[in-house]
Nanobody, 123 residues
Framework: VQLQASGGGLVQAGGSLRLSCAAS????????MGWFRQAPGKEREFVAA????????YYASSVKGRFTISRDNAKNTVYLQMNSLKAEDTAVYYC?????????????????WGQGTEVTVSS
């Protein structure tokens, strides 16, 4: 499966952005999807994940209550709605697909990765 992330940009602290990740290739609904991010000089970290059914989600504690992951299997797309953005949310955001279909916060479990979209939050 090929993944294409989009929607990043520059936003002021307290603002919102919605990231999208469009998938092509194989059956999108078989994959669990995740979002990860990597800030300058830091390791990549888990942000959110959603089960292949869309019924279950999981979030990093740092974004819980502010970010929402969702998916539209008919459109082969996963979204990350980011509200109340903070300067520390500044990073390159990556979407990833896990062939097991199960939620995971471990990047090693993901089989396919998108190219990343940059989010910059100004304080």
């Amino acid at each position: 499966v090929q993944l294409q992330a989009s929607g990043g940009g520059l936003v002021q602290a307290g603002g919102s952005l919605r990231l999208s990740c469009a998938a092509s290739g194989r059956t999108f609904s078989r994959y669990a999807m995740g979002w990860f991010r990597q800030a300058p000089g830091k390791e990549r970290e888990f942000v959110a994940a959603i089960h292949r059914s869309g019924l279950n989600t999981y979030y990093a504690s740092s974004v819980k209550g502010r970010f929402t992951i969702s998916r539209d299997n008919a459109k082969n797309t996963v979204y990350l709605q980011m509200n109340s953005l903070k300067a520390e949310d500044t990073a390159v955001y990556y979407c990833a697909a896990d062939d097991s279909g199960l939620i995971s916060e471990r990047d090693i479990n993901y089989d396919y990765w998108g190219q990343g979209t940059e989010v910059t939050v100004s304080s």
